[in-house]
C-alpha cells in the first residue's frame, strides 16, 4: 500500500466510522472522536483484506471494498460500545 493508498484510507475512515455507526441500531455510548478512530481502523484493515482478495481494484466504484469496510467498522462500534457500556 503506498502513502496516497494510506492518506486517501484515513480520510474514506471518517466517513466510514460515521456510515458504520449509522448501520449499528440503537444509541452508542462512545463519542465522535472514537468512531472516527474505529472508522480510520476500519478503513486501513479494510482496504488490506480487499487487497488479499483480489477486489480492490476494480473498474468503476469498489462496492465490495466499501462494503467490507462498513461491516469492519460496524463490528467495531459495537465492540467498542459495549465494553463502554460495562463500565
Known amino acids: 500500500m503506498e502513502i496516497s493508498g ?4 484515513i480520510i474514506i475512515g471518517l466517513v466510514i466510522g460515521v456510515l458504520g455507526r449509522l ?6 455510548h462512545i463519542g465522535i472522536l472514537w468512531t472516527i478512530v474505529v472508522g480510520i481502523v476500519a478503513a486501513l484493515l479494510g482496504s488490506a483484506l480487499a487487497a488479499g ?4 481494484d476494480t473498474k468503476g466504484p469498489d462496492w465490495i471494498e466499501w ?3 462498513i461491516a469492519l467498522a460496524a463490528l467495531g462500534i459495537a465492540a467498542l460500545d459495549r465494553t463502554r457500556a460495562r463500565r
Request: hydrophobic share 60%.
Open 6 to 9: 494510506i492518506i486517501s484510507a
Open 23 to 28: 448501520v449499528v441500531p440503537g444509541r452508542q
Open 67 to 69: 462494503f467490507i469496510q
Open 53 to 56: 482478495f483480489g477486489v480492490a
